[in-house]
């Protein structure tokens, strides 16, 4: 049987809460593994953050997480810090494998019937390159909308933590996704943003017409599985699973929620 020290854990980072829908995967792919949940909220939200600051941020916390903890794999579960980053990530630190996550373009472009597909993300996943390449490359042949929304990062956020929103303010973050277009409807919209997923039966509830709202988390916790070892006989190391916050002053309701997800602060 392996020993528990055997088993690196799983680092997990978003921007903030929102990763919490990839881990919720990755447990159930990966439940020999350990998980260490880093939020970066001192710097949330990154979709108003200058590309340079926010790169440079990025890999310096990095250089703190992986020497301090070891993990045997990162995954980045917040679509503007790996499209702006993992590049740089990789090159940085060349010796730990990392996981990324990126807007759901080609799954999109593969299932709609309408060609008519919406991705809604933070205005930094918007604006990067990265996201216009993964529409070149794999969805030419469909009609594509970013919707870089200001307020739904935080909005969702503060719905995780059971804070009430209304239905008017959250209709109006996912109104420009829904397109008609000679007779056609918008049928996919893809949530490029980890936070997102927490909100879809409220999306659900309130668009004028139904879609599929692709959420990655799955597939993401798909890749990590690919990635990580499966160790024969391994068990799941008791000290690992939990929380790391940069501000380290989570509130409250958010160490509620945390330990609802069985992470230690």
Same mark, same amino acid.
């Given at each position: ?8 854990? *799983? ?158 303010? !959250? ?7 829904? !397109? ?8 996919? !919209? !893809? ?36 990635? *990580? ?37």
């Amino acid at each position: 049987m392996a020993a528990t020290n055997d088993l690196k854990p *799983v680092l997990m980072f978003d921007s903030g809460i929102g990763g919490l829908t990839v881990l919720r995967e990755a447990r159930v792919l990966m439940p020999e593994r350990g998980f260490i949940y880093v939020a970066d909220d001192a710097g949330f939200p990154y979709g108003g953050w200058e590309e340079e600051a926010l790169t440079a941020r990025i890999l310096s916390q990095f250089e703190r997480l992986l020497n301090d903890y070891q993990p045997e794999i990162a995954i980045i579960a917040c679509n503007t810090a790996f499209t702006l980053a993992g590049a740089a990530l990789r090159e940085r630190f060349p010796e730990m494998t990392f996981v990324g996550t990126v807007p759901a373009i080609k799954p999109a472009a593969e299932r709609t019937r309408s060609g008519l597909v919406s991705v809604l993300a933070t205005p930094g996943t918007v604006k990067r390159a990265y996201t216009r390449d993964l529409i070149q490359s794999f969805a030419t042949q469909c009609h594509v909308r970013l919707v870089g929304s200001e307020n739904l990062a935080r909005m969702a956020e503060a719905y995780i933590r059971g804070e009430t929103l209304s239905d008017d303010s !959250v209709l109006a973050e996912i109104m420009p996704c829904f !397109v008609e277009k000679d007779g056609r409807k918008t049928d996919i !919209v !893809v949530l490029a943003c980890t936070h997102y997923p927490f909100m879809a039966n409220l999306f659900r509830r309130l668009a004028p017409w139904p879609v599929d709202w692709l959420d990655p988390a799955e597939a993401i916790a798909r890749q990590a599985r690919r990635k *990580v070892p499966l160790l024969e006989g391994a068990q799941h190391p008791g000290e690992f699973d939990f929380a790391v916050f940069t501000s380290g002053n989570p509130d409250f309701a958010t160490q509620r929620l945390m330990q609802g997800f069985g992470l230690r602060i």
